[in-house]
């Protein structure tokens, strides 16, 4: 079991940068792959991005590609998503996820996740 917990959200004005980081604790977090997910009041959890175990491989959301990187160090058991260019239409809660699979593969679905943090408030605005 691996246990997350996201911090780094806040208000940010309209173009502005974030950095999200989702600390792991509990078994070997080499062993996941992880995910960003995020949920806007009154709407469905979404995709964001996900970066597999060993780092070769990422997938973005279109919405947010070209503006947010997905990255990890497994040497201090963190994944982080850098947000730039942040829009209105950004703001949601913020979510990480672990998947244990293969070293190259990716969840791009949230059935597909087996852990989740509690979530971390991002709003953009004027």
């Known amino acids: 079991q691996v246990q997350l917990v996201e911090s780094g959200g806040g208000l940010v004005q309209i173009g502005g940068s974030l950095r999200l980081s989702c600390a792991a604790s509990?078994?070997?977090?080499?062993?996941?792959?992880m995910g960003w997910f995020r949920q806007a009041p009154g709407k469905e959890r979404e995709f964001v991005a996900a970066?597999?175990?060993?780092?070769?491989?990422?997938n973005y959301a279109d919405s947010v590609k070209g503006r947010f990187t997905i990255s990890r160090d497994n040497a201090k058991n963190t994944m982080y998503l850098q947000m730039n260019s942040l829009k209105p239409e950004d703001t949601a809660d913020y979510y990480c996820a672990a998947k244990s699979t293969g070293p190259f593969r990716l969840g791009l679905t949230a059935d597909e996740y087996d852990y989740w943090g509690q979530g971390t408030q991002v709003t953009v605005s004027s």
């Open positions: 509990g078994r070997t977090f080499s062993s996941y792959a």
């Open positions: 970066i597999s175990r060993n780092f070769v491989t990422t």
